[in-house]
């Protein structure tokens, strides 16, 4: 009996600590599962943009210094991408914290990273063009046509396939992916009929290339305003580093102010960042022409999210129109624009 009573005793030991062993590893899954807590300045902060027109803002704040001064001691490193798709393959895959890019990656990069991702601020606001040969002198003439788009899914690629659709064309036309440089070549040399491309590509097209606007994507928008570029991070990243997060908005909302106060000096820092990043620079014609269709500003425009998401469908991107609750936080972008007496982003059918 004692034999049988010791063993027992024993087996209950093991299953006390069989037990302790187990609580204490669901303790360790959940605190890493828990929400990353605020762990102050990042020392480093990774952001994307396009060498376009319109990610002017993101251009001005690092040529002019006004995301590293507003970083502070946190080093601030840059990478540049022809569309949104390869950008965020980057900040999905960890190599990048903060993009700007278009509206539309955006929200398939909420989709994709099941919420991982979020939207924290507009940029910009127009600036695309349909533009064709000139002989193209209707909608219905696309037919048969090659058309370009910078990339598959992109921004300009959803908006001319929602168009097509729109028109009873989808099928009928041609859609090419290109880098906006080699659609500007493949042009001139007759390979495509036009482009629904960004500034200042479009710019590029009419006044380089003897291009003419078939549709302004402005016309198709309440107001003429849509996001063409937006900010999104990496959640994780906005919740250990709100304060860098904060940094990157001032300095972006920096860069909005000092470029509508001196939009001349604007212009020149522009194409002095296209030179260095894109090894070219743009004529005073084709500036002029690109910044007047666009509007800088930190407004989201949210109120056509959820068409866009529409529109993704439509262009046959996605099966269905995913649902956008939680895929902004404007918290950060918010306490800027009040520092600053400015009214507040309110998007409650975007934020959670």
Do not use: Y
Not at 273 to 285: D, F, H
Request: glycine content about 10%.
């Amino acid at each position: 009996m004692r034999t049988h009573h010791r063993t027992r005793i024993l087996a209950s030991a093991l299953a006390a600590l069989t037990a302790v062993g187990v609580l204490a590893g669901c303790s360790r899954a959940d605190s890493s599962a828990a929400p990353a807590a605020n762990q102050g300045a990042a020392g480093e902060v990774r952001v994307g943009f396009f060498p376009n027109v319109t990610h002017a803002p993101a251009l001005i704040g690092v040529k002019k210094d006004f995301f590293k001064t507003e970083l502070g001691s946190t080093k601030l490193t840059t990478q540049t991408f022809n569309a949104g798709p390869e950008e965020v393959n980057a900040l999905l895959g960890g190599s990048l914290d903060v993009a700007f890019l278009g509206s539309g990656p955006a929200i398939n990069a909420f989709t994709k990273s099941k919420g991982a991702i979020q939207l924290i601020s507009g940029a910009v606001s127009g600036g695309a063009q349909l533009v064709v040969k000139p002989d193209i002198t209707s909608v219905d003439g696309l037919k048969g046509k090659n058309i370009a788009t910078p990339q598959l899914a992109n921004t300009q690629d959803v908006a001319l396939k929602k168009f097509l659709a729109g028109k009873q064309l989808t099928g009928q036309v041609k859609i090419t992916n290109l880098d906006n440089p080699k659609t500007l070549d493949a042009f001139k040399k007759g390979e495509v009929d036009g482009g629904w491309l960004p500034e200042p590509w479009a710019s590029r097209l009419v006044l380089d290339a003897g291009a003419k606007v078939l549709v302004d994507e402005k016309a198709l928008w309440p107001g003429g305003r849509f996001p063409t570029t937006v900010v999104i991070v990496r959640s994780e990243f906005l919740q250990q580093h709100p304060d860098t997060v904060r940094a990157i908005l001032k300095g972006e909302l920096a860069a909005i102010d000092w470029a509508k106060a001196n939009p001349a000096d604007a212009k020149t820092v522009v194409n002095g960042a296209l030179k260095e990043l894109a090894g070219s620079t743009l004529s005073a014609a084709v500036l002029d022409r690109a910044f007047s269709g666009i509007e800088l500003t930190t407004d989201p425009i949210a109120a056509e999210f959820p068409q866009l998401a529409q529109d993704s469908v439509t262009a046959g991107v996605v099966k269905s129109a995913v649902a956008l609750k939680g895929f902004a936080d404007f918290g950060p972008l918010n306490e800027v624009l009040k520092a600053k007496n400015l009214p507040a982003v309110d998007a409650p059918e975007l934020t959670k």
